[in-house]
């Protein structure tokens, strides 16, 4: 068995330099290049036989160890079980290591206006729509699952608020004014994964939501259902935001 099995995106010319590969040739050495990913579960249901996952909604998060020092091009490797038997290493370890690296990479939300502008895209004037990731927006789709980052999320906005998946990278976060439908976010969501998004970067073709008052995630179209049916406050939270949560949430970046 040789490392270049557990490369998809190896590339198609030859075999990957040794400096690359040296990376996996110990555990100890790998450690330090294993973050975590989230995807879409049913579209990679096959290969999640092969490695280990953990649950987040009805998505998966799966490990890779980065082989590059370029995060945006550089090649990866998948941690599947047979990657972990060859580096001698128990499933509990791989997770723990992959967190404490992933979350060293801050979340960040900047208003998607200002991250348009900066990547010399048409100016859109104000939008409600913000995008949350990482500093480098590589494989920062990741951030939602951080610990409190969608409760300090609803604290910016002072409000409910709902996450639209738009690849692998990022989401898109909207805070909800009561007037949304989780229906139309949804087909909206769809319609720009099939037309825009690399079948292999798509995270969920649906929207999904966070309560402040639960500090709970769930799919949009469950919670509308349950506020409809009066079973849930709309729309505000007692998430403790000051009056001046709106001002903060469009400075050009937020840590959290």
Not at 3 to 25: C, I, V, W
Not at 42 to 49: A, C, G, I, M, V
Not at 83 to 92: I, K, N, R
Not at 235 to 240: L, P, S
Request: proline letters at 5%; a negative charge; aromatic letters at 10%.
């Amino acid at each position: 068995m040789t490392f270049q099995e557990f490369l998809p995106h190896a590339p198609k010319t030859g075999p990957l330099p040794d400096f690359m590969l040296h990376r996996l040739a110990s555990y100890e050495e790998a450690k330090k290049y294993i973050f975590c990913q989230m995807v879409n579960k049913e579209r990679h249901r096959d290969s999640l036989k092969e490695r280990p996952y953990e649950d987040w909604q009805d998505l998966a998060i799966t490990y890779y160890c980065e082989l590059g020092d370029d995060r945006a091009f550089g090649a990866a490797a998948r941690m599947t079980y047979a990657l972990l038997d060859q580096l001698g290493v128990p499933e509990e370890t791989l997770r723990a290591d992959a967190w404490e690296n992933t979350l060293q990479r801050e979340a960040v939300i900047r208003p998607l206006s200002c991250v348009l502008e900066a990547m010399g895209g048409p100016g859109y004037g104000e939008s409600p729509l913000y995008l949350l990731s990482n500093r480098e927006m590589v494989n920062g789709a990741i951030a939602a699952a951080y610990p409190d980052t969608c409760q300090k999320a609803g604290a910016l906005f002072g409000r409910n608020f709902f996450l639209l998946p738009s690849s692998i990278h990022e989401f898109l976060l909207l805070p909800d004014d009561g007037d949304m439908d989780a229906r139309m976010l949804d087909q909206m969501i769809a319609a720009i994964n099939e037309s825009h998004v690399r079948p292999q970067e798509v995270l969920a073709d649906h929207a999904y939501y966070y309560d402040g008052r639960t500090r709970a995630v769930s799919l949009a179209s469950r919670y509308q259902k349950r506020r409809n049916g009066g079973d849930e406050a709309q729309g505000r939270t007692d998430v403790g935001a000051g009056d001046d949560a709106g001002n903060r949430c469009r400075t050009p970046e937020m840590m959290l």
